[in-house]
Structure formats: structure tokens, C-alpha cells
């Protein structure tokens, strides 16, 4: 605890100075961080794959290769150039290095029946027993994927198209979660067409995804769930299916994700800890994420936390992230007024946005509720340094709620070129701000829309215009 209250003062002082920031004090924020992040480590045993045919099926020679690898104690499976076909998912165990050659490409069948028998999975932030997905482990440790190898999920193919035949299940999978129905009695699958995300470990440990490219996936792409230590880089995702979020990081814990591209049709990266009751009896937070050096490309939203969140999260650090073309949302927090948990100490630095409809949003009034008794807490949010050639909408959305304000939001460095509606504050406790621009003009007390008389802007240094956080 005590370590924890020193690294969150001490990077409040760095978003609070007002002499510029030391390189040295930035550096040490990181590695608070990265000290955390355990990378996975493997014998050095070493055994090699190479192809069959382009459409003969692997996954037995594959299975019988891991198999091999985790009674010998582990080691580095090595995939030989060329293109591998599997009918059905493709299974990790602990201390095995799934390593790819050059000009690898790996196919998955679209068959849904290849995805059974079903898997532990959390499916929209609820527990419960899915299609496998395509690549999977649970309860393993020291696991690695890494390589210039392409993964195919064929989604065009087939569960590309079930989302609008996902209704009924969808909704037993919420009342199932609200009533504490047993997970064992939560059995989907068959008929219920909820899409299996494409990349799914759940409560794993010491997790490295390294060099990959997936593209052409039916749901989430990579979804470490209940995960400790893991890291995400140099990844491509290139899939613009609904619901593609790139990266979704659910009730993690020591994460780094860094120097990854998105294409895709939903959120590049979202952070997330589970669905309203399911959330709060599982209660595992998402947090200690650090994320820098990211790039969208062409994606539905930017940065996302929630809106499944009832777990929590906390300690989450972004920096210098290019966001490209974003159709809706550039930055934002959603929660709704049945989440409940608790959003803090989030610090995002340096973030380059070029076209989106809102550039910073944030609401406690997202859709989907029912009952409205717990709304989510947002408190302790700083964020810095960001630029936005042209919101569609609006620069800034920050929609509070009139019985659980938005605490303690500190915006600096802010320059959003053009927005085509007028930016708007509405239920904020205590809001700081230094040298925002909008339209070319900076931004004073009554240019911002404040529907609370307890709400407040106060102009601060908070943000130096030499400073050099993060």
C-alpha cells in the first residue's frame, strides 16, 4: 500500500509542477511499471513445425507437439515458413514459446463446430462456457507468441454475420450474470451465436505477444482476462468487423503494451474488469497498464476504458499515441448508472489525434442500464498534451452526474484545432485547467457549459508548456 500511494504522488507531482518536469522523474514513473511486468521464461529445448498443405489440417501434429513440449518441461516450438490450416483452436500450455518464422501464415477454420467442446471465457464482461476461442490457454504460465506470422480467422466466412442473431443469448448471459446463476449452468455454444473472441488467456501469468499480424477475426481480437503480467508489442491488427476491438485488457493486472498498429471496427485498446454483479462478485481490477508508442490507423474509437468496469480500474499510464482517423471517439470513459467500481489515477500524456466526432468524452450515462442504483466513480484524471485537428462533434465531453460528480479531472496542453460543436462540462466536482485551445482560441471559465452550481474550472499551471511528462 505504501508503494502504491508513493508512485501515485509522485506522478500527481509531475502533472502538478509548474518549473517543466525532470527526465529523470519521468523515467522512474515508467520503470515503477515496468518492474512489475515479468516477462516468461523457457528451457531451452527446441523442437520445429513445418506445413502439411495449404488445407490439411495441423492441429493434431500441433496438439502432439505441445504435448511433447510440456512433458519435457517446456521449450520453443518453431513454425517453418509456409501456410498452416487449423480446424479448431489452437491450445497453449505453461512454459511453451510458440515461435514463427518468417512469411508464416496460419488459417483458422470457419466452422463453428471446430470450436467445441466449450471453454471458460468472459464474454462481454460475464463468466461463462463459449466456443473456444481460436487461440486459447487457461490457468498456464510462461507462455510466448512471437514472429512475422499472420493469423486468418476467416470471420468473412461465417461468424462474421451472427451479431444480429446474438440477442436472445446475449440476454441470458446478463440475467445469468445478475442473478448469480452457477457458471457450470452457463453453458452457450450451439445456436446461441455469441462470437468467440480471437485470442483469449484466461488467468494466465508471464504472457509475451511479440511481431504478429491478425487480421479478418468474427469478435474481440486479443483478450487477456484475469492475466498478470503480460505484454503486447510490435502487434498489427488489422480487422474491421463489429465489435473488433483491437486489445482489451480485462481485469489485468502488470501490463505493457507498446508499438502496436489497428485497423479495426471497434476500440484500438480498452481496458475493462467485468459486467455490473459478475464484475463486482469476481471484483479483480484492471491495473498497473502502461501504454505508449501506439498507432489507429483507421478504427471505430481510440482509447477506451469500459464500459464494463465494475471491477475497477486503476494506475493506468498512456503516452505518445498517434490516433489517425477515428470515426467516433478519440479518448474516452463510459460507465453507466449499473456498473459501479471505481475509475483513479489515470495520467495520459502526448496523444495525437487527426479527425474524430469527440476527442475527449467521458460519461456516466452510457446505454444499456437498467435499475440505475450504482454508478460508476470517476476521480483522479490528468491528462495532457493532446492535439485534435478536426472533432466532427465536440473537442471535449465530459458528462458527470448530478448524485456522483466526476472528481478531480486536470486538463493541460490541450489544442483542438476545429470542432464543429461547442465543448461541454457537466457535473464536475473539481476541474483544472491550463492553456486550452479550441478553435484557435484558449478556453475561459465561461466558454465550458457547467449544468452544477458545486462544479468548478480553475485556471492553474498545472501543465508547463516546456514540460517534458512522459
Known amino acids: 500500500m505504501i508503494n502504491k500511494i508513493c508512485f501515485f504522488l509522485s506522478i500527481v507531482a509531475i502533472f502538478s509542477c509548474n518549473e517543466g518536469t525532470d527526465n529523470l522523474e519521468i523515467e522512474k514513473l515508467e520503470k515503477e511499471i515496468l518492474s512489475k511486468v515479468d516477462l516468461p521464461s523457457f528451457p531451452d529445448y527446441e523442437i520445429m513445425l513445418s506445413p502439411v498443405g495449404n488445407t490439411e489440417d495441423i492441429k493434431p501434429i500441433f496438439d502432439s507437439l505441445i504435448n511433447e513440449l510440456s512433458k519435457a518441461g517446456g521449450g520453443k516450438l518453431i513454425v517453418n515458413p509456409g501456410v498452416y490450416f487449423f480446424d479448431g483452436p489452437l491450445v497453449l500450455k505453461s512454459n511453451i514459446h510458440l515461435a514463427f518464422e518468417d512469411s508464416v501464415v496460419v488459417k483458422f477454420s470457419s466452422n463453428p463446430s471446430s470450436y467445441l467442446p466449450l471453454k471458460k471465457v468472459r464474454w462481454e ?14 490457468n498456464e504460465k510462461n507462455i510466448a507468441i512471437t514472429g512475422k506470422v499472420t493469423f486468418d480467422g476467416s470471420a468473412n466466412e461465417e461468424m462474421a454475420s451472427w451479431r444480429p442473431k446474438q440477442d436472445k443469448a446475449k440476454g441470458m448471459v446478463r440475467s445469468y450474470g445478475k442473478s448469480g446463476v452457477a457458471l457450470s449452468e452457463r453453458k452457450f455454444g450451439d445456436s446461441s451465436f ?10 494466465c501469468e508471464k504472457i509475451l505477444i511479440e511481431g504478429i499480424t491478425i487480421k479478418n477475426v468474427p469478435f ?9 503480467d503480460v505484454t503486447i508489442r510490435n502487434v498489427f491488427i488489422n480487422s474491421l468487423y463489429l465489435n473488433n476491438d483491437g486489445i482489451d485488457i480485462d481485469s489485468g493486472e502488470e501490463v505493457l503494451i ?3 498498429r489497428f485497423i479495426c471496427g471497434d476500440d484500438a485498446i480498452a481496458i475493462k474488469s467485468g459486467l455490473n454483479e459478475d464484475g463486482w462478485k469476481v471484483n479483480k481490477p484492471s491495473k498497473n497498464i502502461l501504454i505508449r508508442n501506439c498507432k489507429a490507423i483507421k478504427v471505430l474509437h481510440g482509447l477506451a476504458f469500459g464500459s464494463d468496469l465494475s471491477g475497477g480500474i486503476e494506475n493506468v499510464l498512456i503516452r505518445d499515441v498517434q490516433l489517425d482517423f477515428v470515426k467516433e471517439k478519440a479518448i474516452q470513459f463510459k460507465s453507466n448508472l449499473d456498473r459501479g467500481g471505481n475509475l483513479k489515477e489515470v495520467f495520459i500524456s502526448n496523444v495525437k489525434i487527426d479527425t474524430c466526432e469527440i476527442g475527449l468524452y467521458l460519461t456516466n450515462n452510457y446505454h444499456s442500464y437498467a435499475g440505475g442504483n450504482s454508478p460508476t466513480k470517476f476521480k483522479d ?3 495532457e498534451k493532446v492535439t485534435c485537428g478536426f472533432a466532427s462533434g465536440q473537442g471535449i465531453q465530459i458528462e458527470g452526474l448530478e448524485e456522483s460528480k466526476v472528481e478531480n479531472i486536470q486538463l493541460g496542453n490541450i489544442d483542438i484545432e476545429k470542432e464543429n460543436k461547442a465543448s461541454s462540462i457537466f457535473n464536475v466536482s473539481s476541474l483544472k485547467m491550463s492553456n486550452v485551445t479550441i478553435n484557435q482560441e484558449k478556453i475561459n471559465q465561461e466558454d465550458i457549459i457547467i449544468n452544477s452550481s458545486e462544479s468548478k474550472i480553475e485556471e492553474v499551471d498545472y501543465f508547463d508548456e516546456k514540460s517534458t511528462a512522459f
Open 381 to 383: 484524471i490528468y491528462i
Open 220 to 228: 474481440w481480437v486479443i483478450h487477456p482476462t484475469y492475466c498478470k
Open 194 to 203: 455469441l462470437r468467440p473472441s480471437f485470442m483469449q488467456f484466461m488467468e
Open 125 to 138: 464482461g460475464t463468466d461463462i462456457y463459449n466456443y473456444s476461442p481460436f487461440i486459447y490457454a487457461e
Open 258 to 260: 507498446e508499438n502496436c
